[in-house]
């Protein structure tokens, strides 16, 4: 079941400047690029490192430390990488924006989430 939590102050946010913000208790970053907003994980598959300091290319997020794309609508990685980002569901409502974060029914998920 999803579970949607909404992020302040987001007016203040430049466009295409990927921030790092909290959903309910895990942290996502989110970006709002050409297409609208896109939330995805706050770190890098191939190294961990945070994607804040990442841009946006079209359709594509690009990891700032050694180049990794992701599609910003899979969260696939670019062939070859064998990696991806998970992509979480977003939705604006009176100009707010909600991020939706899958909640878990399971002892483990409950606690570390
Ligand atoms: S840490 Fe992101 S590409 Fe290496």
């Known amino acids: 079941m999803l579970q949607w939590y909404k992020v302040d102050k987001t007016s203040f946010y430049e466009r ?8 309910g ?3 996502v970053c989110i ?4 297409q609208g907003w896109k939330a995805f994980s706050r770190k890098c598959p191939h190294a961990g490192a945070s994607f804040v300091t990442g ?3 079209g359709e594509e997020l690009v990891c700032s430390y050694h180049r990794h794309r992701f599609n ?3 969260g696939k990685g670019c062939p070859g990488q064998g990696d991806f980002i998970t992509i979480y569901p ?3 409502e009176n100009n707010d924006l909600y991020v939706g974060i899958e909640k878990s029914n399971s002892f483990f998920g409950k ?3």
């Open 16 to 23: 295409n400047q990927i921030y790092e913000v909290e959903a």
């Open 25 to 27: 208790r895990i942290r």
């Open 31 to 34: 970006v709002q690029y050409e």
């Open 55 to 57: 841009w946006c290319e």
């Open 72 to 74: 910003l609508n899979t």
């Open 90 to 92: 977003t939705k604006v």
């Open 111 to 113: 606690w570390f989430q």
